[in-house]
């Protein structure tokens, strides 16, 4: 039997923070396609904020902030913030349906996991509005069915993950960092990026060996030591990502040449990360790309997970 909740607000608006992998172990591709990975997650100041409202039927819009390109981003009910809401619903055996609107800040298809960000504050907000006191564990299983990366966007900080990335366990990170996170305008899907490390994996050029976290990562984000860090910061998919497209090599090299602590590929890219332990010298760099002409945005890390900011 479908049953309908009595909502408990008018909106409920969610906001989720961008993801990055400060590490990024990919093993070898399974049978079922998909690549078991150990990942240290760190999620970092670039937010979407999610507003769900009553609806007849589902419906989603999504606006975005200056510098993002929303026209990879479905207006139906592909959207992974709608396939949150029905599995919510479906979840609690629930007629409902709603409204979710998306403010974007974080860029698309930028392997920053802005799309597993809208799931998970669609989940927490829907969860709010339809008064549904989901437990912790109940929202964590639902956000893995939708995608490797919501159950971080749902936790947020620092976290181990494990199997496909869905299996997250919070580490302590006593860093206070900043990113500059650096866009580019010609999108690199995830799933070629895979496919092409399988491509090198067999030809030999990259090994897939079974991931580890590395302990040296974990020891530096405990002490908060942001050069040890630096040093421990690595990306299996780097090689694969810079083989498919060579243009990303000479961002690569631009931004090695501002002298930050570290300097690393988001993910499958093409989004690039560059580290400092320090505000001013943040500033400085950011500058520079000011000057240079290059779109950037400036994220502190780590930050929450999902929180409400309002609720009507
Ligand atoms: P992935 O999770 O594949 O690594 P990503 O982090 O690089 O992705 P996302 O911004 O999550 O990038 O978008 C990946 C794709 O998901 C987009 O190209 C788009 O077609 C689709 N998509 C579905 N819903 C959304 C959404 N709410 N926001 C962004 N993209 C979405």
Redesign the pocket.
Known sequence: MSLLAEPQSSAVTVRAAAKINLHLGVGPVRADGFHPLQTIYQAIGLYDDVTVTDGEDWSVR?VGDSGIDLT???GDD????VRAGLALAAHHGLAQTAHIE?HKG?P?????????A?AAATLVALDRLWGLETSDEELLAIAATL?S?VPFALIGGTAIGSGRGELVTPVPDATELWWIVVPHEI?LP?PGVYRHFDVLAERGVVTAADPVVPDALLDALAAGEPAAVAAALSNDLAAAAYDLRPDLVELRARLDALGADAVLLS??GPTHLVMYDDVDRARAGAAELTDAGVLHWLAPAPVAGCHVVSLL
Do not use: L, Y
């Not at 592909?78 to 913030?81: D, G, P, S, W």
């Open positions: 999504t990879a981003v479905p592909t959207n992974i913030a998306i974080i698309v298809a930028g392997g920053m996991a802005g799309g597993s809208d995608g990366d999108g995830t993910g499958s």
